[in-house]
Nanobody, 124 residues
């Protein structure tokens, strides 16, 4: 089955850090832009960040700019999301998906290879 496997979620205190991983299963992610999304309780799934297929272009939601960093490792066939200075409002299930390209305000439309997500909970 061609999909992503997300991991790295955990319970963390406010101000803490986590690194999420998005590993491709059954395909190479080299040809895709990869987006990270999150869905909090009772909320719609929202775009968090995206990285182009080459890695040269990255975009971030305003709410995470300066705190989150997206990167990709072709050798590991994995995309990462480094999350620093976490806040309670970052609590959500985080998902990744493939896209033809990145753009500011990325939505779920056109996303493919969605995984099952990984839970991030920020609480004291």
């Amino acid at each position: 089955q061609l999909q992503f496997v997300e991991s790295g979620g955990a319970l963390v205190q406010p101000g803490g850090s986590l690194r999420l991983s998005c590993a491709a299963s059954g395909f190479t992610l080299d040809f895709y832009a990869i987006g990270w999304f999150r869905q909090g309780p009772g909320k719609e799934r929202e775009g968090v960040s995206c990285i182009s297929s080459s890695g040269a272009k990255t975009v971030y939601a305003e709410s995470v700019k300066g705190r989150f960093t997206i990167s990709r490792d072709s050798a590991q066939n994995t995309v990462y999301l480094q999350m620093n200075d976490l806040k309670p409002e970052d609590t959500a299930v985080y998902y990744c998906a493939s896209f033809p390209f990145c753009y500011q305000g990325l939505t779920t439309a056109g996303g493919d290879h969605w995984g099952q997500g990984t839970q991030v909970t920020v609480s004291s």
